[in-house]
């Protein structure tokens, strides 16, 4: 029996060496072979670069050449974005011709050739959906389909009383996105005879309503960076009882007059209006006017009814925060106003926008990728509400 336990013993013991001397060979051939890798990776490991064409001023024997330097070079392929970013903008009419040659024929027989050559080497390309961005650009980017913002103009009032006055809706207000534009190559937003008047025509009334609180306390921030206007800042959010709100849209009457018998106390009367964006894409190359894509839905109150099953409009003064969107530059602010149940109304309304953007815009385009047997990549910088990247829907993420 003692014999048995020490051969056992000995067995196991045997055994465990064997084991050990295995995992240590095999862990010395992966960190070798992972040296190797490092020092000649596979093309499908190695990194990708940013290839920035300037517009379609491009040869096919060029790309070639170029797609041979990547390879050289130990890169596995390349994004191509054909823009205007880094050019002059005052350059002979041919020279001009040549970077607007885009989205065209020709553009892409010179894509092909870049990818022929990538796809003989083993690398991947990528091309990016628009020359600049946001996505736009061209003639089919018209006044009907191009971005626009939902923006509120309020008033306090103390009751009881009497308040009769016609609404003036402000202009649109001027954006970052118009300077950085300029910035990189647009010489003017001039548009195409009636686009302008087109885009006006889009600008209405959403909703008004009124609802029992405080103001906000807000400190002003003096422009930078690229905005073309003070920043607000709030300190204090206004509070507000959702439970008093009065919607007073059908009481509007023609030409704008808003009649209301204020009740008793302390009310912040808001009106909320639709209206297009004064931007144009940056960077942008091609022929045509230069207008932003709208990616939202047009319906977007039925269908935050539909999604989150409640009635968004007695919840609108709660959902903005200034600073929101903006990167040019980046800032932090509290709501505009507070109130029992607010935080959940934020969550839920860009949980929507989400929801939107992805089903109206970016699903149709990944299916449609998917359908010619492309892949789809999304970089999600600076989209903290767009969720696409859970979605299931994209080939790669940056």
């Known amino acids: 029996m003692r014999k048995h336990v020490r051969m056992t013993r000995r067995l196991a013991c045997g055994l465990m060496m064997s084991l050990v001397h295995t995992a240590v060979v095999a862990n010395a051939q992966s960190l070798e072979s992972l040296r190797q890798e490092f020092a000649d990776p596979p093309k499908a490991m190695r990194p990708l670069v940013r290839w920035w064409w300037p517009g379609g001023d491009v040869t096919p024997d060029e790309l070639r050449r170029e797609v041979w330097v990547l390879d050289e070079a130990g890169f596995g392929g390349a994004e191509i974005q054909a823009f205007r970013i880094g050019l002059k903008t005052a350059v002979p009419a041919d020279v001009a011709a040549r970077v607007n040659d885009y989205p065209t024929r020709s553009f892409y027989r010179k894509m092909r050739a870049a990818v022929e050559e990538a796809r003989d080497r083993g690398l991947f390309l990528d091309l990016t959906l628009g020359s600049g961005w946001p996505f736009g650009g061209g003639e089919a980017i018209t006044p009907e389909v191009a971005s626009i913002e939902l923006r509120f103009i309020r008033k306090n009032l103390s009751g009881p009383g009497h308040f009769r006055e016609r609404i003036v809706l402000p202009a649109p207000r001027p954006t970052a996105g118009m300077n950085l534009a300029h910035m990189s190559g647009l010489t003017s937003d001039e548009l195409p005879p009636g686009w302008q008047e087109r885009l006006r025509a889009r600008t209405r009334i959403v909703a008004a309503l009124a609802v029992s609180g405080t103001e906000p306390v807000v400190e002003m921030r003096e422009a930078e960076g690229l ?155 600076r989209s903290g509400h767009f969720i696409a990247t859970r979605s299931g829907l994209v080939s790669a993420t940056h």
């Open 227 to 381: 905005s073309p206007a003070p920043l607000p800042v709030v300190k204090t959010p206004g509070h507000l009882d959702r439970r008093s709100a009065k919607i007073l849209t059908q009481v509007i009457k023609p030409g704008g007059i808003l009649d209301w018998d204020v009740p008793p106390g302390q009310w912040q009367l808001f009106v909320f209006f639709q209206q297009p964006v004064e931007t144009r894409v940056i960077g942008r190359v091609g022929a045509g006017p230069q207008l932003v894509l709208d990616h939202m839905n047009r319906a977007a109150l039925g269908a935050h009814r539909k999604r989150r099953g409640y009635d968004l409009t007695p919840w609108l003064p709660f959902i903005g925060t200034p600073g929101r969107g903006e990167i040019y530059p980046p800032y932090r602010s509290a709501p505009w106003f507070d109130g029992t149940g607010s935080d959940k109304v934020r969550r839920d309304y860009w949980q929507t926008v989400s929801d939107l953007w992805i089903d109206n815009f970016f699903a149709p385009l990944v299916n449609w990728l998917h359908a010619q047997g492309l892949m789809a990549r999304v970089q999600a910088q």
